[in-house]
């Protein structure tokens, strides 16, 4: 039987995780695919890589596409290597390698494309 401490712990996974399955970003490219995370995994290894996505150019967007706050002087502008729009640093404060675009070193990543495609894709990679 599962302790109290444990039961708590168990609610607020559930608890996050439903607000992550909510905050899935609009029009996300990665979202739509159809190739599982072992078929990605499996073109990875035999060197079938794609083209890393276009760059929301920087005059196009005054607010983190994630949280909406606008950006400043202070709250600068940073790409994600995945997905290519524009996150402030809270939205965008992962690293990952990205194999599928031949990124073997780690490069920023905003927070949805870290839960919803690096790391599931990466644990579905490792046999986990």
């Known amino acids: 039987m599962a302790t109290k401490p444990e039961m708590d712990n168990k609610d607020k996974f559930r608890k996050v995780a439903q607000t992550l399955r909510g905050a899935a970003l ?49 709250r600068r502008k940073h790409h994600c290597r995945s997905c290519g729009k524009i996150f402030c640093s809270r939205c965008s404060s992962h690293s990952a390698p990205l194999p599928r675009y031949g990124q073997a070193k780690a490069v920023r990543v905003c927070t949805h494309c870290y839960v919803f495609h690096v790391t599931p894709f990466y644990s579905d990679k490792a046999g986990v």
């Not at 695919?33 to 196009?60: F, I, N, Y």
């Open 26 to 74: 609009e029009d996300c490219a990665l979202c739509q695919e159809t190739l599982s995370s072992s078929e990605m995994a499996a073109k990875t290894r035999d060197g079938d890589l794609e083209d890393p996505p276009e760059w929301v150019p920087d005059e196009a967007c005054s607010l983190c596409t994630a949280c909406k706050a606008p950006f400043t002087v202070i």
